[in-house]
């Protein structure tokens, strides 16, 4: 015959570890994204606003991000016409990354959330020293 004691005492074990990295996401995962904008360049912008309107790029960086490269890389070309009519320079690092030099407290702020991990920076440049930016 088998201990029943013994195999219920088995499953709650078995249960506290299964359901062990539920209970420690908790916090986390009600904790939503909270990119910050406070960087030196965007503090000192008289209309902040980024290359697109906030909806936009909030839904759409992505592919941006690849029009751009595709843009630069494929056709030459190197300066974007943004809905608005302004013309900004296509540059991840130049760009994206002088507004929100933030890129720790912006950037990975959404994306560890979602966790994507974008391969950019294999080559992009960011400065580590500088990801966290702010005033
Ligand atoms: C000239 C400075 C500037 C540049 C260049 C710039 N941004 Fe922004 N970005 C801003 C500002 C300011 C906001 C906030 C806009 C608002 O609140 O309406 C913003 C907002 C955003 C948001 C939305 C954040 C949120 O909380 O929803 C994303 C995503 C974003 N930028 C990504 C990018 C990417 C990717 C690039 C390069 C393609 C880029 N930005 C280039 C200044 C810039
Ligand atoms: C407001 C939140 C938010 C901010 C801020 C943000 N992202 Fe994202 N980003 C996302 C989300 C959500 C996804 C995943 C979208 C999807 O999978 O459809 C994503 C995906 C991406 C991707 C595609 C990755 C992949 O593997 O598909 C790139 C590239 C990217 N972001 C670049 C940037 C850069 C560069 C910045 C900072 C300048 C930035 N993002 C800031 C929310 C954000
Ligand atoms: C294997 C290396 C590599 C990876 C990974 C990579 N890139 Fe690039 N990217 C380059 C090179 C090289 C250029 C050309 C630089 C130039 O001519 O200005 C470039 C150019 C670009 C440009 C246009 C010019 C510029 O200075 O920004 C954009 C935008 C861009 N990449 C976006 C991305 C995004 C977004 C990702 C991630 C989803 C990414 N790249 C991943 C190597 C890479």
Not at 20 to 27: A, E, I, Q, R, V
Not at 43 to 63: D, G, L, N, T
Not at 79 to 108: A, M, P
Request: charged share 25%; proline share 4%; aromatic share 12%.
């Amino acid at each position: 015959m088998y201990d029943a004691g013994k195999i219920i005492i088995g499953l709650i074990i078995f249960l506290a570890f299964a359901t062990f990295p539920f209970y420690s996401n908790m916090g986390k995962a009600v904790a939503k994204p909270d990119p910050k904008l406070n960087t030196p360049v965007i503090q000192q912008m008289k209309v902040k606003q980024c290359v697109e309107s906030k909806k936009f790029m909030r839904a759409k960086h992505m592919q941006l991000l690849i029009n751009w490269r595709n843009a630069a890389l494929r056709r030459g070309e190197r300066l974007y016409k943004g809905s608005d009519g302004r013309i900004t320079e296509i540059s991840l690092q130049n760009q994206c990354l002088r507004c929100h030099s933030n890129k720790r407290n912006f950037c990975d702020e959404c994306h560890n959330y979602v966790a994507v991990n974008p391969y950019c920076w294999d080559c992009h440049f960011y400065a580590p020293k500088e990801a966290n930016n702010e005033h």
